[in-house]
């Protein structure tokens, strides 16, 4: 056995883990009621044989474990508290582990053990959180996201399949991982921000990854919530906003020179939706007059599901009209995959300008196209998820922004 530099700064690190540790649970041990097991020096102690065990024989290790497992369980029964808890007995073994672990990953030893003493020192608030402040439908719709994104996601098979090889059932999923969330992002955001804010915020972010996902999303919302009408729509129609901040930043990243000819359009757009969006937030202040205090459940995965099936629909009839009749023109290509995404379009029209084979002004004519054809998706989403109020609403916004951004390539 060679004892080095590396040796004494490991050893530190586990002497380091059993202070910290023991030190939270020594102020702990301190508060009345509390019977905690042990404190600053036993903790110290367990990590620091964890540590030496490890560096003498991995056997030494598990049976000095199997030494703390036991007299932990034994201090806890002689203590035959009913309302006393496992935590400071599972710590204390779970420390011993840290011990031996810094002895070969004192960085992963050391970020470990200050995960458990922020939990252990976080005891009260992660309690009244949990008890007082999250609901069981907000638990269950938590378990049925992190189900859908842990589990269900990596099964989901990532390659193209269906008629026409036109549907990635993992993108797919994806969508509905998204829509999801977004729902349990405004639903969050009511919560802590209140109507007035919370869904025009939420609407806004959320357009920067998906603007049909939000429309669909802030639809459902309001279909379930009728007081928040107007919150709903300002959230979708603050989506288009980033649509157009987003093509802006894509083509400044693939192609200036379509930037700068697509400039008038994206500016006229982008402020008419602003403006628009601005004042559907402001009437939404005199919305009910009340803040939500319990919102209804985080998400529906029935909206989620049915998004994606439109999406799939849309990608199924797109490669089925370019199967039968070929590449009718760079403007109807354009315009079919803009009815399911049209940053892919923009992407697609700006390479091909940047490869040299079509001028900027060829490019400039299919991307507003796929643009406009994307917001004619949207206000289907928006009829389908939120009702005929909902999209008239969302449908007067996009009509406007499609409007001006075509002024804005006319005009100038």
Not at 85 to 111: D, K
Request: with cysteine.
């Amino acid at each position: 056995m060679v004892i080095d530099s590396s040796f004494w700064l490991n050893l530190a690190v586990a002497l380091g883990i059993g202070l910290l540790i023991g030190a939270e649970r020594e102020r702990n041990r301190g508060e009345p009621g509390d019977q905690s097991i042990a404190g600053i020096r036993t903790f110290t102690i367990a990590s620091l044989v964890g540590a030496i065990s490890m560096m003498l024989n991995i056997w030494l290790l598990v049976t000095s474990l199997f030494c703390v497992t036991i007299f932990a369980a034994t201090a806890s029964f002689i203590k035959r508290d009913k309302e006393a808890g496992l935590t400071s007995e599972v710590t204390l073994v779970f420390t011993v582990i840290l011990g031996g672990l810094a002895m070969s990953a004192p960085a992963l030893a050391a970020s470990l053990a200050v995960s458990a003493a922020i939990l252990l020192a976080a005891k009260d608030p992660i309690h009244v959180f949990v008890r007082g402040v999250v609901t069981k439908d907000e638990m269950i719709d938590f378990l049925i996201l992190a189900a859908a994104t842990l589990i269900v996601l990596p099964l989901v098979p990532n390659e193209l399949i269906g008629p026409f090889d036109a549907i990635n059932p993992h993108n797919l999923w994806l969508i509905v991982i998204l829509v999801m969330l977004i729902g349990a992002l405004g639903h969050l955001a009511l919560r802590l921000l209140g109507q007035r804010i919370g869904l025009p915020l939420v609407g806004l972010v959320s357009g920067f990854v998906s603007s049909i996902a939000t429309v669909g999303a802030m639809g459902e919302r309001a279909r379930q919530t009728p007081s928040l009408m107007a919150s709903s729509v300002a959230g979708a129609t603050l989506s288009s906003l980033s649509t157009i901040l987003l093509l802006a930043t894509l083509l400044a990243a693939i192609h200036l020179p379509t930037l700068r000819t697509l400039a008038p359009s994206l500016i006229f757009g982008g402020l008419t939706i602003a403006i628009y969006g601005l004042i559907v937030t402001l009437s939404s202040f005199h919305e009910g007059g009340l803040e939500v205090i319990k919102p209804s459940r985080s998400f529906s995965v029935k909206t989620a599901l049915m998004l994606a099936g439109m999406i799939a629909v849309v990608l199924v009839a797109s490669a089925g009209l370019k199967f039968w009749f070929g590449q009718a023109g760079l403007v109807v290509a354009t315009g079919l995959a803009g009815l399911a995404d049209v940053h892919a379009a923009t992407i697609s029209v700006a390479s091909l300008e940047a490869a040299g084979k079509i001028g900027a002004e060829s490019a400039a004519i299919p991307i507003l196209v796929a643009f406009s054809i994307n917001s004619a998706s949207k206000v289907v989403m928006a009829m389908a998820s939120g009702g005929r109020q909902f999209s008239r609403q969302v449908a007067l916004g996009l009509i406007l922004q499609v409007a001006a951004t075509w002024f804005g390539w006319w005009i100038f």
